[in-house]
């Protein structure tokens, strides 16, 4: 059975491998007819690469300094004054797209997902995000320096008093200085120290002022910009540009979760607790089985309660998808985990996705290690029970501080018999460990896995816990084409 489904691309393969013991003991406890597993939908996959994506960007970024060129802002730089004028203008116009850039990135199109996942998208977010900040600041001073300096460069005072006069008497000067004051604000509790000081919901909705400010920016971009002025195409083409990032956030951030939470009515069937702080929620809903999910994936949940409408938490599906139910084990690790683990059955939840990449869909290898750390076990669990494998080809490392600290420890051992997997638990801190004997170092990963290099290795767990995996799989050689995981943090 499993060489032949081995045979199959591992995307589609991986809904072949159904392991229905889940399935029956659930159905055997509900009173319903053990009629086996349906298979969700996959996701659809597009033919699109990481290289496309740069293309794209690459293009606009020569389309935008061409325009440039074409509206004469090379002659800019032949006198001092002029060169600051032109640093200004330049600044704007690539801050600005960068500004749109990151809003791409964060659109939640199934495009973007699937050629550079949740986790890089994130990261390319931050940095074009604190990169169009700059430039944005840049401009605002390099301009108004050069429209306020006289027969020598202007003096930071006279800068000062420039862009005061700018906000009060300019038309649309209030908008672009409140734009650049709020993008300056997200950028500042983006910062990893002021994140730490801040609740998840706060930082979401500080960053939800991003939208206003590229509004108010397109405004007065409209009102002055050099691009714009007395030039259609150049103004169609920013428009164009607008529309690229703003079109997939409307479409896959809001309009898709929306269509999809009123198709499925998700809801909360059952809430089971696996141990001491650790709880499974199963949620079910109307016409799952054209729910496109894969084991692996995650989705954001929000419980449509008085005080939790406004909240939105990631969490992994932690078993393989059966178009019936999604199951969510969630740990108490803040408020808002603690408020969805006191969820009573029949609570309505509003989700958002299935996103990420940690699948089947990005496998090269026919062998598999799965390494979680602490409650990164819920999608490599997932993986354990539908990813298509030979006898000893799939393995799982769980990684804990204690016997007790153990979740899925029975579903484990099951799905390892019912599967012909390798699972070891390993327990202890690792201040326990000799460095030797680091069962997450290089030489402990070798030794445990002689075979390691011939596998693709999936990885969830804390950052510290997965930085430690990555540094030590890069030492002993393993390829970044056969890395996958996925960071939650924010």
């Known amino acids: 059975m499993y060489r032949t489904l081995c045979r199959l691309r591992p995307h589609d393969a991986e809904m072949a491998v159904a392991v229905s013991t889940r399935f029956k003991e659930t159905a055997k406890r509900k009173g319903r007819k053990e009629d086996g597993p349906l298979t969700p939908p996959l996701p659809r996959r597009w033919s699109l690469t990481p290289g496309d994506l740069y293309l794209l960007i690459g293009g606009a970024a020569l389309l935008i300094g061409g325009m440039w060129v074409r509206h004469g802002g090379a002659s800019l730089f032949a006198d001092p004054i002029g060169a600051i004028a032109a640093v200004g203008q330049l600044t704007a116009l690539y801050g600005t797209l960068l500004a749109l850039i990151g809003i791409l990135l964060m659109s ?108 108010l920016g397109f405004t007065h971009q409209i009102a002055l910009g050099s691009d714009f002025v007395g030039d259609a195409l150049a103004r169609n083409t920013w428009i164009a540009l607008y529309a690229i990032a703003f079109v997939p956030l409307i479409l ?41 999910v894969r084991a692996g994936q995650w989705f954001s949940i929000r419980a449509l309660t008085a005080d939790g409408w406004w909240r939105s938490n990631p969490f992994s599906i932690s078993a393989g998808p059966d178009a019936r139910r999604l199951r969510f084990t969630i740990e108490a690790v803040g408020d808002g985990s603690r408020r969805l683990q006191r969820l009573l059955p029949g609570t309505r939840l509003f989700l958002e996705g299935p996103y990420g990449l940690l699948t089947g869909a990005v496998r090269t290898r026919e062998k598999v290690l799965l390494i979680a750390g602490g409650i990164g076990i819920t999608p490599l669990r997932a993986l354990l029970e539908v990813l298509p494998a030979r006898r000893g080809d799939l393995a799982l490392m769980y990684r804990v501080p204690s016997k007790e600290t153990l979740v899925f420890k029975r579903e484990l051992q099951h799905l390892a018999d019912a599967r012909n997997a390798e699972v070891a638990f390993v327990t202890g801190s690792r201040e326990s460990f000799a460095f030797r004997d680091d069962p997450l170092s290089a030489a402990g990963l070798n030794a445990a896995y002689p075979d390691i290099l011939e596998r693709d290795v999936y990885l969830c767990g804390s950052p510290r816990m997965m930085d430690k995996v990555e540094e030590s799989l890069h030492e002993l050689g393993m390829p970044k084409v056969q890395v996958h995981l996925e960071r939650f943090g924010w």
């Open 108 to 215: 939640r199109a199934p495009w973007i997902e699937q050629v550079v996942g949740s986790d890089e998208a994130a990261r390319l977010h931050r940095l074009a995000g604190f990169a169009s900040v700059w430039l944005l600041v840049v401009h605002a001073l390099a301009s108004t320096a050069a429209f306020v300096s006289g027969d020598s460069i202007a003096t930071p005072g006279q800068i000062l008093d420039g862009i005061v006069d700018f906000t009060v008497r300019q038309e649309g000067g209030v908008g672009a200085t409140v734009a650049i004051g709020l993008f300056i604000l997200v950028a500042f509790v983006s910062i990893r120290a002021a994140r730490s000081f801040l609740a998840y919901e706060t930082w979401y909705g500080i960053h939800l002022y991003v939208y206003i400010a590229v509004a």
């Open 252 to 292: 896959f951030r809001f309009l898709t979760p929306i269509f999809r939470n009123l198709r499925h009515q998700y809801y909360v069937d059952e809430v089971v607790m696996e141990r001491t702080g650790v709880v499974s929620l199963w949620v079910a809903g109307r016409e799952l089985d054209q729910l496109p």
